[in-house]
């Protein structure tokens, strides 16, 4: 997938540092072909949907004591620095 991403940056660059000596239709051909890449490559690359976590802990009994417990572990020492 990367090696595709590398090529699909040169290509553009190409097309970039010709794009000056192009006529106008080709500019325009251009950059309708990169509008319609770039819209597939966004379909593409659209993250899937989360899961959701509820439910997550269900089963799980931490008492009371036992939060207090790590907190205070977690946080004891906390700022090591003065502010």
Do not use: H
């Amino acid at each position: 997938m990367a090696d595709n991403i590398w090529k699909k940056i040169s290509i553009y660059s190409v097309c970039y540092k010709q794009y000056p000596q192009r006529s106008t239709i080709e500019k325009l051909k251009l950059i309708q072909a990169l509008t319609t890449q770039i819209e597939s490559d966004l379909k593409v690359t659209q993250p899937a949907p989360r899961q959701s976590k509820r439910g997550l802990w269900r089963g799980l009994e931490i008492s009371e004591t036992e939060m207090a417990e790590a907190r205070n572990e977690m946080w004891g020492n906390f700022p090591r620095v003065p502010i």
